[in-house]
């Protein structure tokens, strides 16, 4: 898998994968429309993608999911705002090796931070079982960072493609 930064003309196939992969949350906890702001906006996305911030997860010539990053360069880590795979790539191993390469695509970071809301029971698992840490649980969400315990050089594979 690799994650390559989304153009703009690729968005409205990550908002349809969007709404597919948030509209199961239903299943794990949440009632529905308990979905993350701008999920189902074309608009919301193509303004992320403009800032740099989406990126498409790809294994070859196939979309299978997405990210929203964050990286901070001044303080050494990467923000995962939102990653999602798409419903029918559901419990196939997609979501941890999307995790992997987001942090081996960012061999600098010193630290990963996310949240997840408090009811998905699915994601809570998911991030403790890739040794996320909870940090603090503050209005509804579960707020989780992983430290890196070594650095890996430059000249470790980048599985970003810019």
């Known amino acids: 898998m690799v994650i390559v930064k989304a153009e703009a003309n690729q968005v409205e196939k990550i908002v349809d994968m969007s709404i597919r992969a948030f509209e199961t949350d239903v299943n794990v906890g949440g009632a529905k429309g308990d979905c993350p702001p701008g999920f189902d906006s074309v608009e919301w996305h193509k303004q992320m993608a403009r800032e740099g911030h989406l990126y498409r997860a790809m294994i070859r ?68 079982r890739l040794g996320y840490r909870v940090i603090k649980v503050e209005d509804g969400f579960v707020f989780y960072q992983k430290k890196r315990t070594q650095y890996r050089s430059d000249t470790d594979d980048n599985h970003i493609e810019r």
Request: charge should be negative; proline fraction near 4%; aromatic fraction near 14%.
């Open 61 to 128: 010539k196939d979309l299978v999911g997405a990210a929203i990053l964050f990286p901070d360069e001044t303080k050494n880590s990467v923000y995962i705002g939102r990653i999602f795979i798409d419903s029918i790539y559901h419990r196939k191993g997609y979501g941890i090796r999307l995790m992997e390469c987001i942090e081996k695509s960012f061999p600098c970071a010193a630290e990963f931070d996310l949240d997840t809301p408090c009811w998905n029971e699915r994601t809570n698992a998911f991030y403790k």
